[in-house]
């Protein structure tokens, strides 16, 4: 007489185990679960639609945790593309030698994904590098930029000055030191400057609401309100912060 094949677990057979699994890990005091789902892919930044000021969504967060993860200061991630978002944009555009329009584009997503960072003079100390080429502030300690911000400087065009004389707005390149903070928006002859450290006579670090991709002020480093705020409670500027003008 044949041997019978061996036949697959029937459904009802497959229920009774894992009625009996079920049973003793109640017993045992252990909760069965199903298996998790797998997570969702990253999305990349090397491709994808173009991205700019008024968006929102996974992919801007992606640009923005990239950012950050390359130094470029910004103001939170959470998926919606404003001001500080699209200042962190024209930083790496600036770094990296490319249109500064603020845009997610083909050539800013190649800079993402290539890990574009500026890189600091100094090699040693805590202080700030004003880049006047590139038109970027960078927090650097002992030759590593920490944090790279978008700036404004000296526009170099002609102006009035006080005393009725013409200045050209230029920002002296050299190695300086703060000595005066104000706490508070300063008045001053060309309109009030927001938290300013001065570190060239009449010449600050400040924030100011409206800080464009190229050379703007009177001779200032302009960033942002938010930036500037950074700044102060991260303990990135003070009295005696050296700021190197190059």
Known sequence: MATPRSLPASHTTRTLLLALAA?????LGVTLTAPAAHAAAPTRVDSGPELRRGGSGPEVAAVQERLS??????DGVDGLFGFHTEQ?????????GIARDGVVGPDTRSALAGGVRPEATSTSGDLL??????????????GEVE?????????GQPYEAADGGERIATTPTGSYTVFREVDAWDPGPYGALYRPMYFN???????????PPQPASHGCARVSLAAMDWLWESGNIDVHTTVLVR
């Open 129 to 142: 590098e004003i880049d006047l080429d590139r038109q970027l502030l960078l927090v650097v300690s002992d």
């Open 69 to 74: 993860e390359l130094g470029y200061w910004i």
């Open 23 to 27: 049973a003793f890990a109640l017993v």
């Open 201 to 211: 006579g009449g010449i600050a670090v400040h924030g100011y609401p409206v800080v």
């Open 88 to 96: 962190a944009v024209v930083a790496l555009q600036k770094a990296a």
């Open 147 to 155: 944090r790279a911000l978008n700036t404004s400087t000296g526009s």
